[in-house]
């Protein structure tokens, strides 16, 4: 799998005109701060630029779309070009499919470890901490200006994704960049004010009654819990609030692995993983249909959420044992 250079990718993004981009469904900080840096650079270059979503972006992120984002799938009609960002395949390009393919042009921005070069220009590093990083690349490889803006979207997308910069997939050159970024005036203080101190009281609700059905597999190497339909009508949260608790199930010592489940409208579960040090989940999430990085992924099953439950509670057993 070759990657295209940064140079090959601004030169094709010059030549458009109309120009899609598509983050990964349920969007989450890092897709919707790199679309949102990446849409206004083309703007200010002229382009005709949208960022095509077909969820709801969750309120502590809606700060990122300043008139960037749609649902209507004809904006633009077929783009010159299509590009997804931090998307690893076509499944989680989702019910946008056919727009991200009417394009005449497609681009791949990415860097989850997964990722098959499936684009006609690609770029792909699994070495980022976020795909934030590669937009910083990408933008200060064609020259672009970085303002104040498009930096805090960047650094919107970095703080996430590094989960606030603690990460193993935080390096040395993720503290360049947001170096580079308070040059560009970024106010970091106020943009984690909108991350992570602007939650809705429901969240707190729905994490209180999830921590609740915790249980412990593999002797307390592994923790499971999980969300319901009826959980979140009793207490009035969306789905996407439950983001974040897997990373709250993983920390407690001595566990290697948590895997949260969450049972969508339509039934399916949507199945996160996170590891601390050594298990491989991208691997575990392969196996089921997903994918991810080393220490975060998922998969979505369509079976009930009991079998979800003993499925994972046996490869999670299976594959500490391997350690
Ligand atoms: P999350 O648990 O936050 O939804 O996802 C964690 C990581 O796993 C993300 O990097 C995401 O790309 C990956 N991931 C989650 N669900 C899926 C899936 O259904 N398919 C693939 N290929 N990756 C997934
Ligand atoms: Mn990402």
Redesign the pocket.
Known sequence: MRNNTFEEIAAALAQGKSILLFP?I?A?GDALGSCSALCRALRKAGKDCWVLIEDRIPENLQFLDRDYCTTDQDILGAPDLSVCVDC??M??IHNRGRRFLSAKVTVCIDH?R?TDSFCDLNYIDSSAAATGELIYGLLTACGAEIDREIAEAIFAAIVTDTGRFQYSNTSRHTHEIAAALYDAGIDAGHICTEIYESMRMERLMIRNMALNTMSTVAGGRAVIAYVTQEMLRETGAFLDET?GI?EELRSIKGVEAAVFLKEAEDGSI????RSKEALNVAEI?QTM?????IR?????LTCSLSDAYDQIRNRLTDGLERL
């Open positions: 990964h349920h989450d690893s395949d499944d989680r989850h997964t983001d897997v949507k199945v996160s993983m999430a249909g997903g994918g991810g990085h975060a992924a998922g998969c979505t």
